[in-house]
């Protein structure tokens, strides 16, 4: 686990590097969301997230105004992935269940960036897997690229001739409400608990 989480900060620290992007925290007065945020993205929360194509686990293409149409926490990372991807789904799921109980409606979502091994079938299972209402999505290269750029995520194959490469990745959760888009990001460290805390800020205020 310690080596994958490794190259996964590593990925995370080439992506804030090489796109500009840092993440600080800040007490916006013009933001509605000041109260709730504990970051803030250079450029503002609009610098990141917007429209994609993807494809679910029935085979359909479909949109970010498909898939969004409550507040999401999306995720970008691999079903074949050894340690890291499952632990964070899980803490994501976690977390919506937390809310759910505090009645919060939040839909967890699963963006691979592995197309050559992740179909939609493997894709859909992995994500019923983790939570009943998570929405498992995937798609061709060109696809799961424009998703991954609108989201300044990070990820590079190291494909070495087997089935079982590994696939380096940024490691961020990332909220998204119908209205306004992203709002906030979430590190792994995070636990559920705290993670539904600031989520269900975003979606009192929302």
Excluded: W
Excluded at 49 to 60: E, K, Q, R
Excluded at 70 to 86: I, N
């Amino acid at each position: 686990m310690k080596k994958t989480t490794v190259l996964a900060a590593t990925a995370v620290g080439v992506l804030l590097l090489a796109g500009g992007v840092y993440f600080a925290t800040t007490n916006g007065s013009d933001d509605r969301f000041a109260q709730c945020r504990a970051t803030q993205v250079a450029g503002g929360a609009g610098q990141i997230g917007g429209p994609f194509t993807l494809v679910d686990d029935t085979g359909a293409t479909v949109s970010d105004k498909d898939v969004i149409t409550e507040p999401s926490l999306l995720y970008f990372g691999y079903t074949f992935c050894p340690d890291v991807c499952p632990l964070d789904v899980a803490r994501n799921a976690d977390a919506v269940d937390v809310l759910q109980e505090r009645g919060q409606s939040v839909t967890p979502v699963f963006i691979s960036i592995d197309p050559k091994r992740d179909t939609p079938e493997v894709v859909g299972e992995f994500a019923s897997n983790m939570h009943e209402r998570m929405i498992g999505l995937t798609g061709s290269e060109e696809q799961v690229k424009a998703a991954s750029q609108a989201y300044r995520t990070y990820y590079k194959a190291h494909e070495d001739g087997s089935d079982y490469y590994l696939v380096d990745h940024s490691t961020f959760s990332y909220l998204v409400l119908p209205e306004y888009g992203f709002v906030e990001y979430f590190r792994r460290d995070l636990g559920p608990e705290d993670m539904a805390d600031r989520i269900g800020c975003f979606v009192n205020n929302a």
